[in-house]
């Protein structure tokens, strides 16, 4: 940062220049709108950053961001319990919730990417797998995104359901290629939810395969 701020300013911009998106001009033009806010406008601010930490938990059956645990969609006695959608970050539900999706969420916290660090044990799959061995749910729609990472998160998780009996499918591309889920709108998420194919239709010849994937 440049000289002539003060030290509390200078922190400011610091913390906020670290956030998405936002680089040091951007930070630089926050901090002087905080600096204009009335004491109470700014202690609002303030406060609603600390109870998000407070309150906001993971919810520990479907690790979607909730303020009750069991979340309000696994609690809802409406939902379809027999259907689970994967999707890679909490963010994600809120987009899936804008189709006519009923079912029930499992975010897995991640996405597969070694060279960031991400493996296979950081995500919540083995739990996934726990919670489909109940024998309740009959149809896991994978969600991840339709980019390179996304793609290998689906095939890993796809590989931890095999042999458990239940359908695996996976959202249909209507979702642009190499596109995050998280910027699809709601006739976009819902046309790719109908368009879901099956990853595991069994029994199946290696030619048939073939045939589905070309
Ligand atoms: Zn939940």
């Given at each position: 940062m440049g000289k002539g701020y003060t030290a509390s300013l200078e922190r400011l911009m610091e913390l906020l220049s670290?956030?998405?998106?936002?680089g040091e001009k951007t930070a630089e033009r926050l901090a002087y709108h905080v600096l204009r806010l009335s004491a109470q406008e700014a202690a609002e601010l303030a406060d609603a950053i600390r109870e998000v930490k407070e309150r906001v938990k993971q919810c520990?059956?479907?690790?979607?961001?909730?303020?009750?645990?069991?979340c309000a969609i696994c609690s809802?006695?409406?939902?379809?319990?027999?259907t689970i959608c994967v999707v890679e970050q909490s963010r994600d539900v809120v987009t899936m919730e804008q189709s006519n999706y009923d079912g029930l969420y499992h975010v897995l916290c991640g996405r597969l990417a070694p060279l960031d660090g991400?493996?296979?044990?950081?995500?919540t799959v083995s739990r996934l797998v726990e919670r489909v061995g109940?024998?309740?749910?009959?149809e896991v729609i994978l969600a991840c995104n339709a980019d390179m990472e996304g793609e290998a998160t689906a095939l890993y998780v796809h590989e931890a359901l095999k042999g458990l009996p239940l359908k695996v499918s996976r959202l249909a591309?209507?979702?642009?290629?190499?596109?995050?889920?998280?910027?699809?709108?709601a006739a976009v998420v819902t046309e790719a939810l109908e368009g879901r194919r099956t990853m595991n239709r069994e029994p199946e010849t290696e030619q048939n395969r073939q045939v589905r994937d070309r």
């Open positions: 670290r956030m998405p998106g936002v520990s059956s479907c690790f979607h961001f909730s303020e009750s645990d069991p809802d006695p409406r939902r379809d319990r027999s991400m493996e296979p044990e950081d995500l109940d024998g309740q749910v009959r591309r209507g979702i642009p290629s190499g596109s995050q889920l998280e910027y699809a709108n």
